[in-house]
């Protein structure tokens, strides 16, 4: 099993076909006050399984905080059982994945991770930077501007 895509992004579809659509992707919130809540995000994946892979899995998603704790206890981590079963005749498949989260609340700046896990090993960590600023860059302007 290959994880061939994994962003966060502001938005992401599967539109069929295998054909998976990611607009904005980052690795950072800026924001002139703290706690941080980012009103709409997403996590895309594009996952490539052989024949090998095919039986059951268990996928889960987790943001963590640098201490490792998740910023959401109630909602996270997410548990996922993932049934795989590629045809005999076929190489591979890929599948993608879109996770919207929605009011994601960063409490202080640091370093945060968005874990996935399959079949309890680790297999993505994306680092999530959360970093107060004085004059947030308004959306569209540049830092010149």
Excluded at 107 to 118: A, L, M, W
């Amino acid at each position: 099993m290959d994880i061939q895509i994994a962003t966060l992004c502001d938005f992401a579809a599967d539109y069929g076909n295998g054909k998976l659509v990611i607009n904005g992707t980052f690795d950072a919130l800026r924001a002139a006050q703290l706690p941080v809540v980012h009103p709409h995000c997403s996590l895309a994946m594009r996952i490539c399984v052989l024949p090998e892979d095919s039986g059951e899995h268990k996928m889960t998603i987790n943001i963590i905080d640098e201490d490792g704790k998740s910023v959401d206890p109630a909602k996270m981590p997410i548990r996922a059982d993932m049934p795989i079963k590629v045809p005999d005749e076929v190489p591979f498949l890929t599948r993608n994945l879109v996770l919207n989260f929605q009011g994601l609340k960063f409490p202080d700046e640091g370093i945060y991770h968005v874990d996935v896990t399959i079949d309890g090993e680790l297999v993505i960590r994306l680092p999530l930077r959360v970093v107060k600023v004085e004059n947030p860059v308004p959306p569209g302007q540049s830092a010149e501007a």
